[in-house]
């Protein structure tokens, strides 16, 4: 491979010397409706293959020509296309809008398919690589929401550095979490969209499920996100862009605090008696108040202003020592904890193309200082894609990407993590985080020299100090302080992706070619965890141990392609057949080891130091494929077009003799408009297209799933006594690849000259058969039987429309809007076989609300105990006046109903381009750990609420406070109570009752917001040097417009049934400047 | 040359069909084995018994333990724990040992420690499947059996494992070294104490229980009746440590209840030294036990008050490598004095009463208690019998919060204050965990009927609060 690529490198550079004898001919393109030069129009030489610029956003181009060249193509979408003889060296072209919308965006399928709207019989979305960059996001898939009908985008909280993002497609795929999508990149399979730099992208199409992506086989039974990168084309100038974007980010949605009370579990503030044990400089503390410092809740006494002993007095060697101070409310500690999140993205890309070959090459760096304090992320990508036509028969390309990311930090959001999201669980609200941030390396002399222990906020109270043992006082109790947590614990990610295919071409003619293409996707991780003896020295009840982690994986996925593309037009019929074989091999090796119960000697950092043996992982498996498929379109008069896909694969991981797995789909659109009287079609209806397709893809198993019997050996002898399991899960012998069934019917209309489009599709699915490993009866001594399982319907409607309402000289406006509704949705069948009537999708910690899978139900269940209530819904209240416990409530599904969004460009002055993009959500639950334990541990806003009596509910009942509770007695009868505020918020978690923990997850937020400014070079007369120049100001979530929970970015809930500690929602302001040279 | 092409590509993917289905051994797992060892999967069994008598739920219920930060489970939180996971993990394994024929010793052995676990899950939730379960696929659903055929079940087993050891082969024996005699004394030792268990629903001589009790104790080879004999789980402080120790290592959630040493401090009891460990320095013991059921602030505060609060047992007894007690000399003696006050046995009960109050203190390493020990009011046998019998089987079987429960549940004694901080409605000690929410989803056919019998007493259903089958008269 790497004689292949050198080889192509030099044939390029010797076609580089070819262009001694051109001459250039420079012009503008304009319309002929408004007069406005049209930008992205194609150039392109007849007589010379391979040729070819597109125009600026001024509507210029500029392109060399040899002798040979003798007329200009200039073509455009929505334009028809015109051919103009070269006659001096500068030339103005006026093009006529298209009416009959031959000249369609071609969408590249995989395997060398290509499609158009014309011709699609699915509802295929297509979003330009412009559109879809709007805010020069680093992550494909939050660029993709609101863009797409039918996607739904689970995106991270910005401060979760390098975090995968999830999407769902039609409401979700499976009995998982309805993830599972794939994404192709010029044809490579990606197994999550984090390695693709978006500045590269052309266009992405969204192929929703079996109907579109059943040439993709079981791979693409949840659907496939195609991505096509931009080509090496000549423009004017050097073909260099560059890219300098910078955003700085902000915490933004936290939960609500309670601004009145401080932390501790004493309701009121204690007095300090100094007593002769007590350290002499103690003394000036004599006779000042404290709070509970040991306790990490907010149930402290009210903050007025009054004096009392703030927790870094007790420390000696700083101007805070020994000194009272007020205390007063922190109500911005935990969002002053984050830091402002610098993100530089710059990308330098250099094209160019001549008869006979094209070359592009893209260096994109990536630095982004994180929102959590000692937490960076560098990614390095590196993109070369070259085609070169050696004969006129054969051509060789490749398209190679290397991607670098070393992430530091600890980027927590699980309960108890020590760093951050924690903040919203445990903690006392009148924390000063410049001052801690400020004493993060104060220490106090341990039991013995080198043994010294930090200073935390979360030390115990005088009372525990004793001279003989002054750790009782000074360890630190649930928690360090989280700024010397983030410098003694520390973790190391780097992956090296390689990916990408070279390609061999053998044109047979214009109608018949062959290509062989090879394909690898490698990555290459390694990760290192440290946790210093310090905080193994200085914790209490926290369980930090001095401790090293390391693991490094490796997989590699190899394809090997043979396809051959036919392209015919036999007088009204048109055909297009694409037929190969895929052979795929993949293989994935892991090994990691970390050190138990602490290190031997502090702080050396290996595995061999660990105190008790290390735990050791190694994993490894190997898996493939082999597949042939077939795809064919006829077309007749470009208004009728059928569609087939067959595939088969045979799979590693399926029984041997019954290994082999069907995938197929047919589809058919009508261009029925071609066929209305000129009158109706000139008039308003520019087009009118239905369309209906059906497609069923299989879906497979796991390496090692199959047959399954395997014991478990413990690594661990117990005095030279191996320890080992019986497997408690059993394989149907009858296993076998699931069924996924998609139909869809739809319509596209574009409307007046296409200033208007309107696209409407109804889909329907139907999974079935699908192999899971899932629980039966344990009781039987078996607890799980990997089998196929479960029935799930869903039906659904996408709709977009997309207009020019306002086209005219100075100003334009676009705009595009998407919507799905997901109008049924009901698991029918898990098993009935097995008597199993639930699948556990995802869980909480501490039994809150998971997300299931129950028969009869929706799909994605919200589902665990709640509040008991009558038949009115009003609670049944204990003789306490607590509220009891039902055992099972269903919450209803994390799907939203509703999803969509909208996207606005603004062309003003043809010097300002302005975009705004909001995406919403409507339904869809999720559990809050964060707000439960928020508000046990009275954190939260509603832990110091105002009575109906105007008191406060932590006042004692018996002056009026307390949390007013009604409901009905066991016996039925109306009644009301008035309960202590801590009894009544630790009373949901003691005794399981979570309805007010969970949510909903509508929104509407404004995610992105462009403004551009075109930079006029030739006026500045910089237009020697610089081809182009704008510059941005751009915002990615500058508004939460709606939310129903105020808490929350629901958009950026961590996991598919809820939070568990959730980073705050961020918003991010920045600029960006692009050049072409 | 285009014809040729093709022909080339035709034969290509001809070539390819053919080997298509054919990958080798690509799917062979090549880290798992297919072959099970007896010895191996026997050691995994025995090793989920300590892990039952170190738990800490009965030792909250029991007042041996209180937390100490964050009370929640001391104080009845909503407990609805499940245990399919002892079916197909240690139960499971023992069973494959019983059907690999792995030898006749293995079996009895294999069958007497399910039988442990067995107990140790119907003492917590009543009614559960038992003559049905471990049949693999052949009875994919098992019934619930009622608390009473499984106490029948469990005694039968015992004695028929019993009757059957041999001198056959024992491997991965890890608490007698594969000594079968050892065996015979635990089967009818556990007989012992099952069968004592019942006392409240057969309480006369010529009774069910009274009658296996007697059997038991005159059984061929015996029971245990010295502290060498104890059935002691013993780990290696690296790969596998003492649960206890776990408490301590990281965490200090759980301190020695002042009921407890309450309870020895009246009755000037030498084993409060080993019992409780000083929080604050390790090498010393702590009689200063911690205010049972208190809540968040009162025990916050109490704690920052007394830094020297008592931890569960003094640091040496619960060292990462110190072993833990499955069933001790001490409470089979003592068992056997409360069948010989009820007069099943003719054994005298005051002199059976001493010498397992005495095997207690010698297994905590202390010299065995001085008379005057014996003739306080509180200890000397002659009224209240079944209350002093009770407390110093309460106390004897220290850390083992199982046995403290059933002793208090079935006799009422010593008598237990509930947490003042109560956080269940009834404010009262649990007295069994709630079946698992799951199993009204996944397994209501089996599960109801088991429900609605605990209606039958006091129409309390599946709730902590009610009494399983044995705890009712």
């Not at chain 1, 304009?30 to 406005?36: A, K, N, P, R, V």
């Not at chain 1, 295919?501 to 003619?509: I, R």
């Not at chain 1, 269940?861 to 609670?875: C, E, H, T």
Request: aromatic share 12%; glycine share 10%; hydrophobic share 35%.
């Amino acid at each position: 491979m790497k004689k292949l690529v050198l080889s192509l490198f030099i044939l390029l550079a010797v076609s580089v010397v070819s262009f001694a004898q051109e001459r250039t001919i420079t012009g503008t393109v304009t319309s002929s409706e408004d007069g406005l030069p049209i930008p992205g129009v194609s150039v392109k030489v007849k007589e010379i293959a391979g040729s070819g610029v597109t125009t600026g956003s001024d509507g210029k181009f500029s392109i060399k020509v040899t002798a040979a060249g003798k007329t200009l193509v200039v073509s455009s979408i929505a334009f028809s296309t015109k051919e103009v003889a070269i006659t001096g060296t500068s030339v103005s072209i006026t093009l006529d809008p298209d009416t009959k919308g031959l000249n369609e965006v071609v969408v590249q399928g995989v395997y060398g398919t290509k499609s158009t709207q014309r011709t699609s019989t699915s509802n295929l979305q297509t979003i330009s690589g412009d559109k879809l960059n709007t805010v020069r996001s680093t992550n494909i898939n939050n660029a993709l929401a609101g863009k797409v009908a039918g996607v739904q985008v689970r995106s991270q909280s910005a401060a979760a550095l390098g975090r995968n993002t999830e999407v769902r497609l039609r409401g979700g795929n499976g009995f998982g979490t309805g993830n599972g999508v794939l994404y192709v990149v010029d044809g490579t399979v990606l197994p999550n969209a984090d390695d693709i730099n978006l500045d590269d992208i052309e266009d992405i199409s969204v192929m929703q499920g079996p109907a579109a992506s059943a040439l993709l086989g079981a791979q693409g039974s949840n659907g496939a996100i195609i991505i096509t990168t931009k080509k090496g084309r000549s423009g004017p100038g050097k073909g260099i862009t560059v890219n300098l974007g910078a955003t700085f980010e902000d915490a933004y949605v936290l939960p609500n605090y309670q601004n009145s009370y401080a932390g501790g579990n004493s309701a009121n503030l204690m007095k300090y008696t100094w007593k002769a044990t007590d350290p002499l400089e103690w003394k000036a503390l004599d006779g000042k108040y404290y709070h509970d410092y040991s306790d990490d809740t907010s149930w402290g006494p009210r903050m007025v202003g009054q004096e009392y002993i703030p927790w870094y007095a007790w420390y000696g060697g700083t101007k805070y020592s020994y000194k009272t101070t007020t205390l007063d409310p922190q109500p911005n500690n935990a969002r002053d904890y984050y830091n402002t999140g610098v993100n530089l993205n710059n990308t330098i890309s250099y094209g160019t193309s001549n008869e006979k070959s094209n070359f592009k090459m893209t260096y994109g760096n990536q630095y982004v200082s994180g929102l959590i304090p000692e937490s960076d992320l560098l990614k390095n990508t590196f993109q070369l894609v070259g085609n070169y036509d050696i004969s006129k028969h054969f051509s060789v390309g490749a398209n190679i990407n290397y991607v670098k990311q070393v992430l530091n930090g600890n980027i927590e959001d699980g309960y108890s993590n020590l760093g951050t999201g924690a903040f919203n669980q445990w903690f006392h609200r009148n924390l000063d985080m410049g001052i801690m941030k400020e004493l993060k390396d104060l220490t106090v002399p341990g039991a013995a020299p080198g043994r010294d222990i930090l200073a935390s906020w979360n030390h115990f109270n005088p009372t525990a100090y004793d001279p003989a043992n002054t750790f009782g006082f000074y360890g630190n109790h649930y928690w360090f302080n989280p700024y010397s947590y983030q410098d003694y614990n520390t973790n190391e990610n780097q992956r090296d992706r390689l990916y990408g295919n070279v390609s061999l071409t053998y044109k047979v003619n214009n109608d018949l070619k062959f290509t062989a293409t090879y394909r690898k996707q490698q990555n290459t991780t390694f990760s290192e965890g440290k946790t210093y003896d310090i905080l193994q020295r200085s914790g209490q009840s926290i369980g930090a141990f001095n401790g090293y982690s390391t693991a490094n994986t490796y997989s590699n996925i190899e394809n090997y392609e043979g396809v051959g593309n036919y392209v015919k037009k036999i007088k009204d019929f048109s055909l297009a057949l694409t037929a190969g074989v895929d052979i795929r091999r993949q293989r994935s090796n892991s090994n990691s080891a970390n050190t138990n119960n602490g290190l031997s000697i502090p702080d050396l950092f290996t595995v061999n130091n660990s105190v008790n043996p290390p735990s050791i992982g190694n994993g490894r498996s190997k898996e493939g494929w082999n597949a042939l498929f077939s795809h064919a379109t006829v077309g007749y008069k470009n208004y009728i077009f059928l569609d087939a896909t067959v595939r088969n694969d045979w799979f590693s991981t399926l029984p041997e003799d019954n290994n082999s797995v069907l995938s197929k789909s047919f589809g058919a659109s009508f261009v029925f408009s071609d066929l209305l009287p000129a009158n109706i079609k000139g008039s308003w209806l520019s087009e009118g297209k239905l369309r209906a397709s059906w497609g069923e893809v299989p879906e497979q198993l796991a390496a090692y799933q199959y047959p399954g019997l395997a014991y478990g050996v413990n690594a661990q002898k117990l005095f030279g006594n191996l320890l080992m399991q019986y497997p408690d899960g059993i394989v149907d012998p009858t296993i076998s690849g699931a069924v996924k069934i998609q139909k869809e019917i739809g319509v596209d209309f574009k409307f007046l000259n296409r200033r208007l489009t309107v696209s409407g599709t109804l889909w329907d699915k139907t999974e079935s058969g699908l192999p899971r490993n899932v629980a039966i009866n344990a009781y039987s001594g078996l607890s799980s039987v990997l089998t196929n399982v479960g029935k799930i319907k869903m039906k659904g409607l996408e709709v977009q429309v997309g207009g020019d309402p306002i086209r005219s000289t100075n100003f334009s406006w676009n705009i595009s809007a998407t919507y799905a509704n997901l109008l049924d949705n009901e698991i029918v069948e898990i098993s009935d076989k097995y008597g199993i009537n639930t699948i556990t999708a995802a869980s909480i910690t501490f039994g809150l609300p998971g997300m299931v899978h129950h028969k009869g139900q929706q799909w994605g269940q919200l589902y665990g105990s709640g509040m008991k209530v009558n038949a009115d819904g009003v609670p049944i209240l204990d003789a306490s006046g607590l509220y009891q416990t039902q055992a099972g409530v269903y919450y209803g599904s994390v799907n939203p109903k509703h999803t969509g969004g909208i996207q606005n460009n603004f062309t003003i002055f043809n010097m300002f381009d302005v975009s705004a993009n909001i995406d919403w959500q409507i339904g869809g639950k999720f559990s809050s750990l964060s707000n439960m334990w928020g508000s046990y541990s009275g954190l939260t806003a509603r832990t110091a609420t105002v009575n109906d009596k105007g008191m406060s509910i932590r006042d004692a009942v018996a002056d009026g406070g307390g949390v007013r509770v009604d409901g009905v007695s066991e016996a039925g009868q109306p009644v009301t109570f008035y309960v202590p505020a801590q009894t009544y918020f630790s009373n949901f978690y003691s005794r399981s009752i979570w309805t007010p923990y969970v949510y909903d997850l509508t929104f509407v937020k404004l995610r992105e917001v462009s403004i551009g400014y075109r930079i006029p070079v030739k006026k500045l007369g910089l237009d020697k040097f610089v081809q182009s120049a704008s510059f941005s100001l751009i915002a990615r979530n500058p508004v939460l417009i709606y939310a129903k929970t105020k808490d929350f970015d629901p958009s950026e809930v961590s996991g598919s049934a809820g939070e568990t500690a959730q980073l705050p929602g961020t918003r991010g302001l920045g600029f960006n400047l692009r050049i072409g040279f | 040359m285009k014809k040729k092409l093709i022909y080339a590509l035709t034969l290509l993917l001809g070539i390819g069909v053919s080997g298509c289905s054919d990958f080798g051994d690509m799917n062979v797992n090549p880290a798992v084995t297919t072959q099970g060892s007896a010895s191996a999967l026997l050691t995994n069994g025995i090793s989920a018994m300590p892990g039952w008598t170190t738990e800490r739920r009965p030792g909250w219920y029991a007042q041996y333990f209180t937390e100490t930060q964050y009370p929640v489970s001391s104080l009845y939180s909503l407990n609805q724990a499940g245990f399919t996971g002892s079916y197909s993990g240690p139960l499971y394994d023992l069973e494959a040992v019983k059907t690999m024929n792995a030898g006749n010793n293995m079996t009895q052995v294999a069958k007497i420690v399910q039988q442990f676990i067995f107990w140790q899950l119907t003492d917590r939730w009543g009614d559960i499947p038992y003559s049905q379960a471990l049949k693999g696929q052949e009875i994919g659903s098992p019934k619930y059996d009622t608390q009473e055929d499984v106490y029948k079940g469990m005694i039968k087993a015992l004695t028929d494992a019993s009757a059957a050891i041999d001198g056959s082969a024992i491997n991965g024996d890890v608490l007698f070294n594969n000594d079968p005699a050892a065996w015979k004394r635990v089967a009818n030792s556990l007989r012992m104490m099952m069968a004592i268990q019942l006392s409240k629903r057969f309480p006369t001589a010529t009774g069910y229980a009274a009658t296996e009790f007697k059997a038991a104790l005159a059984a061929n080879g015996g029971y245990i009746a010295s502290n060498a004999q104890n059935m002691v789980y013993r780990y290696d402080g690296a790969g596998y440590s003492n649960p206890i120790w776990g408490w301590y290592n990281g965490r200090n959630d759980d301190g020695e209840a002042k009921t407890m040493t309450d309870m020895l401090s009246s009755l000037s009891d030498g084993r409060i030294n080993p019992f409780g460990g000083n929080a604050q320095f390790a090498d010393q013991s702590s009689s200063l036990g911690v205010p049972y059921g208190l809540s968040e602030g009162n025990v916050r505060q109490w704690i920052n008050a007394n830094p020297g609060w008592a931890k569960v047992l003094r640091a040496d007894l619960r060292a990462a490598n110190s072993p833990v007690y499955l069933l001790t000399a001490a409470q089979v003696t003592l068992a056997r004095a409360e069948a010989a006050n009820l007069g099943w046995t003719t054994e005298v009960a005051s002199t059976v009463y001493e010498q397992g109050i005495t095997l207690s203190f010698q297994q905590w390493g202390l010299t065995a208690p001085a008379a005057s020990y014996f003739t306080q009011t509180d200890v000397a046998l002659g009224t209240d019998n079944v209350k002093k019998i009770a407390t110093q089987q309460w106390i004897a079987a220290y850390p083992d919060g199982h046995i403290a429960w059933n002793v208090w549940r079935k006799t009422s004694f010593p008598v237990l204050t509930p947490a003042p901080a109560a956080s269940n409605a009834l404010k009262q000690i649990h007295r069994r965990y709630a079946y698992a929410l799951s199993e009204y989803t996944n397994n209501a056919v089996n599960v109801q009927p088991a429900a609605d019998r605990l209606k039958l007493n006091g129409n309390l259903g599946d709730t902590n609060e009610a009494r399983i089958w044995w705890d009712q008269n």
